[in-house]
């Protein structure tokens, strides 16, 4: 089992940028991949950013890209979101996930056996 625990979510203005990390701890060794989703009020859990542990392929939705940057630090065991130029349909809660799948790029909610209880990001305009 994996533990994951986000921090760095908040309110800021449109425009503006934010960091997220996710501490992942417990049974890391088996984590091919982690990602991020999200579930603004009312909708599905989206896909964000996903990154491979060992050699840090990334892969991104349309809606973030160019946008948002995702990156690990193998020795923190960390994961990272960095989300600049936010706008207020990037509100949502942010998850943090991990999966042992050894896809190319895992994309949805249901290949993911790890979650972490999620952070609010909220954009105001």
């Known amino acids: 089992q994996v533990q994951l625990v986000e921090s760095g979510g908040g309110l800021v203005q449109a425009g503006d940028s934010l960091r997220l990390s996710c501490a992942a701890s417990?049974?890391?060794?088996?984590?091919?991949?982690m990602g991020w989703f999200r579930r603004a009020p009312g909708k599905e859990r989206d896909f964000v950013a996903t990154?491979?542990?060992?050699?840090?392929?990334?892969y991104y939705a349309d809606s973030v890209k160019d946008r948002f940057t995702i990156s690990r630090d193998i020795a923190k065991n960390t994961v990272y979101l960095q989300m600049n130029s936010l706008k207020p349909e990037d509100t949502a809660v942010y998850y943090c996930a991990a999966t042992t799948f050894r896809d190319l790029f895992s994309t949805t909610p249901t290949s993911y056996q790890n979650w972490g209880q999620g952070t609010q990001v909220t954009v105001s305009s």
């Open positions: 417990g049974r890391t060794a088996s984590t091919y991949a």
């Open positions: 990154i491979t542990w060992s050699r840090g392929s990334t």
